[in-house]
């Protein structure tokens, strides 16, 4: 297995534009997800294949690709947005892996 | 509507085994691969273990292998996960997921949870 790394924590303003990354080896060779938590709340999938967005999810929230990083942007940024993110991916042997997560607080 | 609902957490004492359900409805439930991830107290999610759609396959996280075991049962739309020789350590809230898994396209992720059940492993 590998390592997905986070930033523990991003601050931004409402309204400002907040950016989150995730590092790992294997991003070049595999697909990321970026999954929201609120406190006390399962997961839910924002991103998926790196940069596609399930039906249901708001156009401010947005991923791309770069290398061995993945970014998960949010436009525009609301207070309903504090939460915890995580981003995910897989390898080749049939396993998954999570990021180290990033608190993001709406100041 | 999808729905997982997990059953079976509870306070066990450390060396002891504890089983875990996820009762799945609202899709065709023998045709998706499952998965269990965990969160410890205020730390962040952790993938356990996943199952084929069929049974067949199954995959481990390195810190569970050897002590916890996933299976299925189709006929009842149930997954499960037993989990022997527990630590303190395996303390955590446990959420079931299905996987939305298009090896093809090498889409792999976790598409519905549900809300987890704590397992506390302590004296």
């Known amino acids: 297995s590998y390592e997905l790394t986070q930033p523990p924590s991003v601050s931004v303003s409402p309204g400002q534009t907040a950016r989150i990354t995730c590092s790992g080896d294997?991003?070049?060779?595999?697909?990321a997800y970026w999954y929201q938590q609120k406190p006390g709340r399962a997961p839910v999938v924002l991103i998926y294949k790196d940069s596609e967005r399930p039906s249901g999810i708001p156009e401010r929230f947005s991923g791309s690709s770069s290398g061995t990083t993945v970014t998960l942007t949010i436009s525009g940024v609301q207070a309903e947005d504090e939460a915890d993110y995580y981003c995910?991916?897989?390898?080749?042997?049939?396993?998954?892996?999570f990021g180290t997560g990033t608190e993001v607080t709406v100041l | 509507e999808v729905q997982l609902v997990e059953s079976g957490g509870g306070l066990v004492q450390p060396g002891g085994s504890l089983s875990l359900s996820c009762a799945a409805s609202g899709f065709a439930f023998s045709s998706y691969a499952m998965t269990w991830v965990r969160q410890a107290p205020g730390k962040g999610l952790e993938w356990v273990s996943a199952?084929?759609?069929?049974?067949?396959?199954?995959y481990y996280a390195d810190s569970v292998k050897g002590r916890f075991t996933i299976s299925r049962d189709n006929s009842k739309n149930t997954l499960n996960l037993q989990m022997n020789s527990l630590r303190a350590e395996d303390t955590a809230v446990y959420y079931c997921a299905k996987v939305f898994l298009l090896v093809s396209a090498a889409i792999r992720y976790f598409q519905h949870w549900g809300q987890g059940t704590l397992v506390t492993v302590s004296s």
């Open positions: 995910q991916s897989a390898d080749s042997s049939g396993t998954y892996v």
């Open positions: 294997a991003l070049p060779k595999q697909y």
């Open positions: 199952i084929s759609s069929g049974g067949d396959t199954t």
